[in-house]
């Protein structure tokens, strides 16, 4: 047992956050050459590899001995061991052939294995590994490039992925991960998982987990070790085998089913309630407490998401991966009276974080038999107490002050103020509604709430008409043409705010000033055009002003 210095509290011997005060604990192993605090049951550092005191070296023939700098198949060049297993390791490497071109190659030896079926298992989940990626093309996949035998080990080459996993990135903060940050990598497992669950024959992950998640510095994700990925087979009535990571692996996987999409979809449910409350779910399998009793932060909308999605009855989950991406797109992240509590912010999908050292996308493949067999993922306590927290960095995103009213009016009265005064000016000529209309989208950019583009838009003719001034268009054009706009945005619970669905809702108001206004088609292509120009400048504008205020 580890004991808490903090409360006093016992925890198990792999755990590195307390789980009475969530304070992280001091590991028994600390790496000599960097400093990196370790797992009591590491034989290497996480960070840089180096053989940990204690640990017994690897024996000659076995994997992680290609030293720095050699050459591998006449063509990669070792840069450094970045991983090590009991099977297995995974190196940098550098390209001959393409100078600066670097790539994770992925070691697999079974000379540590005794037992003849234990061997064959371990080759064909390392085969099937390769097989499965050469033949898959997304972008949340790594891609494989090689794959060969050298002096009776078996390599694979590989996408090198310069970032961490998600378990890291949960142990790095110490606490969960902001709601809108999950929500956010929820829609984007949703979309790969959706991807290997359409091929033909279906592809079922089985091993989903923070673990074999990593985001790179791009913000990208992508789903590492198809070890024990297999093709699903209609009719079956269980597994042949069991397999998977004890707290998300579905119940089907211990033998009482066949596993299915829907299992990898519960696999996600368990990865999600880890990053929204940092409860490890090996602590106790089968068991979710509602993710807002442990952190009031999340909204009620996205905890009905999870729970759905861990029901321990298969029929009783998301149907598919499309369904849930829809459940997470409706979805609000946090509720508006906890949304300025201090949960820290972590690193947003699709923008540039900060990442810890560079890992690879594979990491060691470990004895496929003794897979249910392994040690839990680390242990997390519950999140400390909001007025304990004290968040590592500004909040990413803008989410909680949009919801607030000051920075409601703050904006429209800007925008509205900003419009009417080029109006006045008469600088832009003709430019003027397409300036005005991509301002009026930009309100709703910034916002996010009703009515913002519509009063924006409608400033200058409420202005022209409290001085006395003649409109130079009439109030049926106008709001002919606002109105489809601020509906489309209404429908979509304004979160479609991507270039296609900004030109699609300006396309509707354009289609409403049609049919209102009685326009001819010269009229209506002048207009379209103009729609269309301002809704890729309002996108753009609207990016940039969101990164100032973030």
């Keep these: 047992m580890k004991t808490c210095a903090a409360c006093g509290a016992d925890n198990r011997d792999t755990a590195l956050f307390c789980r009475r005060c969530s304070r992280r604990l001091l590991s028994e192993r600390r790496c000599p050459n960097c400093g990196r605090a370790n797992p009591p049951d590491a034989q290497f550092c996480n960070k840089c590899s180096t053989l940990l005191a204690g640990a017994v070296a690897p024996t000659p023939g076995l994997t992680g001995q290609l030293a720095p700098q050699s050459l591998l198949a006449g063509r990669y060049r070792i840069l450094r061991r970045v991983g090590q297993g009991g099977m297995g390791a995974v190196y940098e490497a550098e390209d001959a052939r393409l100078s600066g071109k670097q790539w994770a190659i992925k070691e697999m030896s079974d000379a540590a294995l005794t037992d003849a079926a234990e061997r064959v298992e371990a080759l064909e989940a390392f085969q099937r590994e390769a097989l499965f990626l050469a033949a898959l093309d997304h972008p949340n996949l790594p891609k494989v490039t090689d794959s060969f035998e050298a002096e009776g080990k078996h390599y694979l080459v590989m996408e090198f992925v310069d970032g961490q996993t998600l378990e890291e990135l949960v142990a790095g903060a110490g606490r969960p991960l902001p709601p809108e940050t999950v929500l956010g990598l929820g829609v984007d497992l949703c979309l790969v998982l959706d991807y290997l669950h359409s091929r033909q024959p279906p592809i079922i992950f089985r091993d989903l987990k923070p673990a074999n998640i990593m985001i790179g510095r791009d913000g990208v994700i992508k789903l590492i070790d198809f070890g024990i990925a297999r093709l699903f087979t209609p009719g079956k009535s269980r597994d042949t085998t069991t397999l998977g990571t004890p707290g998300y ?106 990442v810890p050292p560079a890992r690879p996308a594979a990491r060691p493949p470990q004895p496929q038999p003794a897979r249910s067999q392994l040690a839990p993922p680390p242990a997390r306590g519950r999140p400390a107490p909001a007025r304990r927290q004290t968040p590592a960095r500004r909040p990413t995103a803008p989410a909680a002050q949009r919801v607030t009213g000051w920075f409601y009016a703050l904006v429209v009265v800007v925008l509205a103020v900003v419009n009417v005064l080029l109006h006045e000016a008469g600088l832009l000529g003709d430019l003027f509604p397409l300036v005005w209309f991509a301002l009026s989208m930009v309100a709703g950019y910034l916002t996010r709430q009703t009515g913002a583009i519509a009063l924006t838009w409608l400033s200058v003719p409420l202005y022209n008409t409290v001085v006395g001034q003649a409109n130079e268009y009439s109030w049926t054009l106008m709001l002919a043409l606002i109105v489809p706009v601020e509906l489309f945005f209404l429908w979509s619970h304004y979160r479609l705010y991507t270039p296609v669905a900004m030109l699609l809702a300006g396309a509707l108001g354009v289609l409403g000033a049609w049919v209102v206004a009685d326009l001819s088609l010269g009229d209506v292509a002048l207009i379209g055009a103009a729609v269309s120009v301002g809704s890729l400048i309002a996108y753009m504008l609207g990016r940039w002003l969101d990164s100032l205020w973030t």
């Design 249 to 354: 692996a579905a119940p089907e996987q211990y033998g009482k089913g066949q596993t299915d999409a829907r299992s990898d979809l519960y696999a996600l449910g368990a990865t999600l309630h880890f990053l929204l409350t940092a409860r490890d779910p090996a602590d106790d399998p089968f068991n979710f407490p509602p993710v807002r009793r442990l952190n009031p932060a999340v909204s009620a909308e996205l905890e009905a998401v999870v729970a759905r999605a861990v029901a321990t009855s298969a029929g009783e989950r998301w149907p598919s991966a499309r369904d849930m991406r829809r459940a997470l797109t409706r979805a609000v992240a946090g509720p508006v009276a906890v949304a300025a509590q201090p949960i820290p912010a972590a690193t947003p999908v699709r923008r540039s974080p900060a």
